[in-house]
């Protein structure tokens, strides 16, 4: 059964009627190069992958919530005419919550809603689950309420929503790739003023993600901790963000700086011109120069970031030595979570099989490889 029909079958049994009930989807997200760039008003080149967040709703007279996620078997319910209170940390239900709270924060009315939520995304594997579940709500609160939906709207009431409600200081890439992805393109986005450009992927090449299987807690305090190093950073360079020090001016002035700040401050300024350089050669079907260009995201984010993992280490080193990939490197925030390679068609099967021989006997883990076709932002499913 699709994911779809799973979740229509959960509304069916969890709320007996299905009169008036609609189905959005949003996206999770893979991050072909440009990771710690977003929240440093820098460069990112992500895609919205196929594996999704599916909200089944209808809308409400009155403005209480009940959602049943399907996942997890378990219910939130909450008003939006009282305040909206936090759960416990790493409760799935403070993403749908916290968006919530974000719109009502903007001053949309809003009606409520009766959902069920079901997704394909891997939970913890650093692919966005949870801007999907905020922005397919967002997007489903927003259209049963009859609003209209501004895409960059919604992407930044999501974002508003991790920050200020969940805690998580992220940037603007996970929402707004959810929110803006388009099918078989990547896109270039510019965090500073919201801008993009839609990259079609060259024909003969794949996207592979792999799960490392290492899904750490306490990523968040160790992602926020790096925001403010960028930000001590940029303060140091008399600039608002590190997005405007050019490599030159970081020459001259980065012995001033204490030796971790000036290492994150290298990864985000050489990550941006990388990302720059790795849209160009994309756009000229320059593969090799993309996965070079990976390759040297992935060492600095290692090396100077430092969030990556012995894991992710191993799984881009045994892809790099597999003849068809191009480049391989971690995906999103790090401290765990998936690995991402282009790869020649005919590589791929290849890299499964090399992963299967090394990374089990060496992690003791599973490291599942999912193939990925870029896909579309948050939609509507009509039937
Ligand atoms: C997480 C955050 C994003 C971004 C990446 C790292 O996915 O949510 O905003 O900062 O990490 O690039």
Known sequence: ????????????????????????????????????????????????????????????????????????DQWDHFDTHNEIERLAANSWGNYIRGIVWSLLEEGFKLRGMDAAVAGDIPIG????SS?????????????????GVDRKFLARAAQKAEND??????????????????????????????GYRALPMPSGV???IVDSGVHRGLVDMAYNQRRSECETAAAHFG??????????????????????????????????????????????????????????SHVSLR?????????????????????????????????GGAMVALVRPEAAADLTAAISERYGPATGRQAPAYVCHPSEGVSEIIL
Do not use: W
Not at 125 to 128: F, N, V, Y
Not at 250 to 256: F, S, T, V
């Open 131 to 147: 801007a999907a579940i905020e922005v397919a709500c967002g997007y489903a609160m927003l259209q049963l309420s009859d609003h």
């Open 239 to 296: 600039v608002p963000a590190l997005r405007d020090v050019s490599s030159k001016a970081y020459e001259e002035l980065a012995h001033q700086l204490a030796p971790t700040v000036r290492r994150r401050s290298r990864h985000v300024i050489t990550e941006n011109e990388r990302t720059v350089s790795a849209a160009k050669a994309f756009e000229a079907d320059d593969l090799e120069t993309v996965g070079n260009l990976m390759v040297a």
């Open 125 to 128: 594997a650093g692919l966005s």
């Open 1 to 72: 059964m699709s994911l779809i029909s799973q979740t229509m079958e959960s509304f069916h049994t969890r709320f007996k009627s299905h009169v008036g009930l609609r189905i959005f989807q949003a996206p999770g997200r893979v991050n072909l190069i440009g990771d710690h760039t977003d929240y440093n008003d820098g460069f990112v080149l992500p895609a919205a992958i196929d594996r999704q967040i599916v909200v089944a709703a209808t809308a409400r007279d009155d403005s209480l919530v009940n959602v049943y996620a399907r996942d997890f």
């Open 303 to 335: 090396d100077d970031f430092e969030v990556s993992c012995p894991e992710l280490n191993l799984l881009v080193e045994i892809a790099l030595g597999v003849k068809g990939v191009y480049g391989a490197r971690l995906t999103g925030a790090g401290f």
């Open 165 to 194: 409600f969940v805690g998580m200081r992220c940037g603007i890439m996970d929402q707004y790739i959810s929110c803006l992805g388009q099918r078989n393109h990547a896109l270039l986005i510019d965090c500073r003023d919201l």
């Open 206 to 208: 794949l996207i592979v």
